[in-house]
């Protein structure tokens, strides 16, 4: 009998070619789309594209009709608001510079959508991000990266569990981004040929200050002071979820030369202003750690690591200082290490773990 597959169709080419794929390779594949903007207006819904909107919605279910599969949209409203847009505005009020994609993946995607499948009697799920999961000699699953680096997800994907791994499909990250589109042009997906989604989804206008100002009210710090590094007072801020780490552009800081934020202190509603090498660093440590291809790191290990999706990685050392605490050593300073974001470590083309920067 068949393996069933719930595959999370988003309504764009990627996840539309992985269950083309899985129906290929002999399993039984249902369609589900998470839905979390069910009170969209038509326009909202239009506006909101991306994999969270409604509109989604047509997208996938046409191509569910052209792979003559089961389709069905599940509600994630609840799941998606409590751990991706309260958490998303929580970590800028507290200075932080989130990654909601991180969060909705291991919270929503798997954790609601893996339990809701196994629920209905399904093996597995799959999704259609560029990465691979391997079961290694030890024993463990893992993430390895996707047969293009250009366009590899697994830093997105790194917090994901042994048990959400071992009940996962990611057919994609075999094939590079041309070979999917080609794959369904040949089948005539009708997504074949729709553009790829790059803001975050429930932030499609990307004024993310205004967002936390809609959600927070009146928990929203309102202006302060812009300090320079030794604590002198150089200018008025708009308030601390303007900025990140690194920023330079919006200031409107009359300096003479580019200036950076260096840091954000929320505590005083201050936030910190550099020189450009100010912005450099090669230490920092992280907490909430999600270990992959091992269990725990009990000692040192040079690794890859990579502190933000678009960072290239660089090379690291890593070791643990406590309970949940790994320092980590890069061999040359590294850019804009923010709390808030992942830092990743790979060996080789495999996630060993990660954590989120403090």
Same mark, same amino acid.
Request: proline fraction near 4%.
């Given at each position: ?6 595959? /999370?169709? &988003?309504?764009?080419? !990627?996840s539309?070619?992985? %269950?083309?794929? =899985?129906?290929?390779?002999? $399993? ?13 207006e ?9 994999c969270? /909107?409604? &509109?989604?919605?047509? !997208?996938?279910?046409?191509? %569910?009709?052209? =792979?003559?599969?089961?389709? $069905? ?21 507290h ?6 994609c ?50 590899d ?26 070979e ?14 729709k ?37 002198t ?20 800081l ?36 999600n ?68």
């Amino acid at each position: 009998m068949a393996k069933k597959v719930v595959v /999370g169709m &988003s309504g764009g080419v !990627d996840s539309s070619v992985a %269950a083309c794929l =899985l129906k290929e390779q002999g $399993y039984d594949v249902v369609g589900v789309t998470m839905q979390i903007w069910q009170d969209e207006e038509e326009s909202a819904k239009e506006e909101n594209g991306g994999c969270c /909107g409604l &509109s989604a919605v047509d !997208d996938a279910r046409r191509v %569910a009709q052209a =792979l003559d599969i089961p389709y $069905y949209v599940m509600n994630f409203k609840a799941e998606f608001q409590k751990n991706v847009m309260d958490y998303f505005v929580d970590e800028y009020l507290h200075g932080r510079t989130p990654n909601p994609c991180i969060a909705c993946n291991r919270y929503v995607k798997w954790e609601s959508l893996l339990k809701r499948s196994l629920d209905i009697g399904a093996d597995y799920i799959a999704t259609g991000h560029y990465a691979r999961i391997d079961r290694l000699p030890n024993g463990r699953y893992s993430l390895r990266t996707s047969k293009t680096s250009a366009k590899d997800q697994t830093y997105v994907l790194y917090n994901l569990t042994q048990h959400q791994l071992a009940h996962t499909l990611m057919p994609v990250g075999e094939y590079t981004k041309e070979e999917i589109r080609q794959i369904a042009a040949e089948r005539n997906l009708p997504v074949a040929h729709k553009p790829d989604s790059q803001e975050i989804c429930f932030v499609p206008d990307q004024d993310y200050a205004g967002f936390i100002e809609r959600e927070a009210g009146e928990r929203v710090p309102g202006p302060g002071n812009f300090v320079w590094r030794d604590g002198t007072v150089i200018g008025t801020h708009k308030g601390i979820t303007h900025y990140t780490i690194g920023q330079r552009k919006g200031l409107n800081l009359a300096m003479g030369r580019p200036v950076f934020v260096t840091a954000i202190r929320p505590d005083t509603n201050e936030v910190v202003i550099g020189e450009g090498e100010d912005v450099f660093s090669t230490e920092l440590t992280c907490s909430r750690l999600n270990f992959m291809s091992i269990e725990k790191l009990t000692e040192k290990r040079k690794v890859f690591g990579k502190i933000r999706y678009g960072h290239k990685g660089a090379e690291c050392l890593i070791e643990p200082v406590g309970e949940d605490l790994v320092r980590c050593t890069f061999r040359e300073p590294v850019r804009a290490v923010t709390p808030g974001q992942a830092v990743v470590f790979y060996e080789g083309e495999y996630v060993l773990g990660g954590g989120t920067i403090l």
